[in-house]
């Protein structure tokens, strides 16, 4: 399919980066993930702060304009043959010899792709999926979108190793999100998420659940929250760009929630899915 390379589009294979770009070297750069729906970019504008922000946080300047962004990307959301897609950008600070000091004046790399989207299956939506837990070994910086994913990509791995979607990860007991997801539990009817911090990604869904709990008369609240508060949740479900909300059932072999609900999804992430859609 079509991508776009510091300012031309190609063929995704046709296309290469130098060895010597800091985002092979270093994973030094941010990136970001956006829904696509009809060829339409969901929550376009505040992606595009987010990744000011965050371009911003690691001192690389922002190389396009919010308007040259949309008009990159429009051109190679229309290019891929799916209606639903995910726009993939990432902006890393460019080609240099290899030195860990931030060299001024570098031209940053910009790349943009988009794939179809990975939805949840219709089943998985049904029951529920699986999580296992770990503790947060990554570094302190999860506020920052960095393609150093090691960390994440580690923790991915080891629920894939036991065959469930997420990681679940505790710092110092305490819930910081997923691999690539947000986590919220609901208890007694309220959507209950952990505060932004320097330990967890301020995902765009936080505000997307904060507007839909809204519309709803859903409590909405950021708190820390304890592992046992989360083991001990009526539900809980994750949240990112590719999985949208997800109702999470069982945790380390366990069956989330009570009585009746105990192991299916509940409501509230039942009106919140509604809600998304
Ligand atoms: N992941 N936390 C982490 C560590 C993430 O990587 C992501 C997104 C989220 C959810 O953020 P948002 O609602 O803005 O998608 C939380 C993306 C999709 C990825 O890496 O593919």
Same mark, same amino acid.
């Given at each position: ?144 979108? &960095? ?5 994440? +990509?580690?923790?991915?791995? $080891?629920?894939?190793?036991? /065959?469930? @979607?997420?990681?679940? !990860? ?78 999470? &059932? ?5 069956? +989330?929630?009570?009585?009746? $609900?105990?192991?299916?999804? /509940?409501? @509230?992430?039942?009106? !919140? ?5």
């Amino acid at each position: 399919s079509l991508c776009y390379l510091n300012g031309e589009f190609g063929a995704l294979r046709d296309m290469k980066v130098s060895v010597l770009d800091r985002g092979f070297l270093f994973g030094d750069g941010i990136y970001e993930v956006m829904p696509v729906y009809g060829r339409r970019i969901f929550r376009f504008d505040d992606h595009m702060a987010r990744l000011a922000r965050n371009l911003g946080k690691i001192r690389i300047p922002n190389p396009l304009s919010s308007a040259d962004w949309l008009a990159a990307s429009r051109r190679v959301i229309e290019a891929a043959a799916a209606e639903d897609q995910l726009l993939y950008l990432q902006v890393t600070r460019g080609v240099a010899p290899r030195e860990h000091t931030m060299l001024p004046d570098l031209t940053p790399t910009v790349f943009m792709m988009t794939t179809p989207t990975r939805a949840a299956t219709p089943e998985q939506r049904h029951q529920g999926v699986a999580c296992i837990t770990a503790r947060d070994f990554r570094w302190e910086r999860g506020d920052l979108k &960095t393609t150093s994913l090691l960390g994440n +990509v580690l923790a991915r791995q $080891m629920s894939a190793d036991h /065959g469930a @979607v997420e990681t679940i !990860l505790f710092r110092n007991g305490m819930l910081t999100e997923a691999s690539s997801s947000n986590v919220w539990i609901a208890s007694e009817g309220a959507l209950l998420g952990s505060p932004k911090s320097e330990h967890v990604l301020e995902g765009i869904r936080y505000e997307v659940l904060r507007e839909l709990c809204e519309e709803e008369g859903i409590a909405y609240n950021l708190r820390p929250l304890s592992e046992a508060e989360v083991r001990a949740a009526d539900e809980v479900m994750l949240s990112s760009t590719s999985k949208e909300i997800l109702p999470v &059932t069982r945790i380390d072999g366990e069956l +989330v929630g009570h009585g009746a $609900m105990r192991g299916k999804p /509940g409501p @509230v992430y039942a009106r !919140l899915y509604e809600a998304y859609q």
